[in-house]
């Protein structure tokens, strides 16, 4: 128990929402405030709490002025299902605290507005982290989608593009129904500066990732995939073709010939280890 007691010592609030909680007190405005926020705290502690019951390095649960994000060490190491589950844990609270309002409306402890409000915001919220965009929940989880059918470079860019069509179709919709809602442009700002962000450190995710296969932290394999390459092919490109939750061996072919074979940490090691970043794959076959 102390162990998740610990996490509380993570949670940050941003400076700006501490002007902003100044504000609805001044304003006389905290109950919406405290509302949200309560739904924020809880949607974050809950990725938060499974997060460290499989042990993942938690950096930091901050607290937005408009949202709410668990920071993680991690580098898409984990086993899918893991990540399936911490992803899900955030919307998942959702519903007891729903549960929890009819109960406490029913009792007559909160009023018929006071529910109907936090009704509005809890399902907003809910539905809003459920948009296929990064890096809302919603996002993460196709990730892990595409992630078991393709290479993390090729899940990683697909999740990408599917996020930027779906926040395209966002924004259209705001700026029909919710021109002057200037909260939304907020989030929407929040939303295409996230996904720039991802995308201009695409490489350096992919890399961290790889780096964190070559010392070890790939604790589940759940299938051996062999990868075929041409003898001529470039290290750096096969690595790029590794998937999550897959062993790979690599098959050497020489004008369709096999010719040789190796362990993906045998490239791995080549790569960061021996500094080999230009060399091909058939710098490595050796004759025996």
């Not at 992630?147 to 395209?168: C, D, E, G, V």
């Not at 029909?176 to 939304?184: A, D, F, Q, R």
């Amino acid at each position: 128990m102390n162990n998740y007691l610990g996490l509380l010592r993570k949670i940050h609030i941003h400076p700006l929402l501490w002007v902003i909680i100044g504000l609805s007190v001044v304003t006389a405005n905290f109950k919406s405030l405290f509302l949200l926020m309560l739904i924020v705290f809880v949607h974050e502690m809950g990725h938060a709490i499974s997060a460290h019951f499989f042990s993942w390095r938690i950096k930091a649960i901050m607290l937005l002025p408009f949202g709410g994000v668990a920071e993680v060490d991690e580098h898409g190491n984990r086993p899918l299902k893991e990540e399936f589950i911490v992803v899900l844990s955030g919307p998942l609270q959702h519903l007891w605290l729903q549960g929890a309002a009819f109960i406490l409306q029913f009792v007559n402890v909160i009023n018929s507005s006071d529910y109907q409000l936090f009704t509005f915001y809890n399902l907003s919220i809910l539905l809003f982290n459920l948009l296929p965009v990064w890096p809302l929940d919603g996002g993460k989880l196709l990730f892990i989608l595409f992630s078991k059918s393709f290479s993390y470079r090729k899940a990683h860019m697909f999740m990408m593009l599917t996020s930027i069509a779906f926040l395209f179709i966002y924004v259209l919709t705001i700026a029909i129904t919710s021109p002057n809602h200037l909260n939304m442009w907020i989030i929407t700002t929040f939303l295409i500066y996230s996904l720039y962000y991802e995308y201009k450190h695409r490489m350096y995710s992919c890399m961290r990732f790889l780096m964190e296969r070559y010392y070890g932290k790939q604790n589940t394999i759940y299938k051996l995939k062999p990868i075929i390459v041409d003898e001529s092919e470039l290290v750096y490109s096969v690595l790029l073709q590794f998937q999550r939750g897959c062993k790979h061996l690599i098959v050497v072919e020489k004008n369709g010939t096999k010719v040789s074979e190796m362990d993906e940490n045998e490239l791995l090691h080549a790569y960061f280890a021996n500094k080999l970043t230009n060399s091909k794959v058939g710098d490595l076959v050796y004759p025996y």
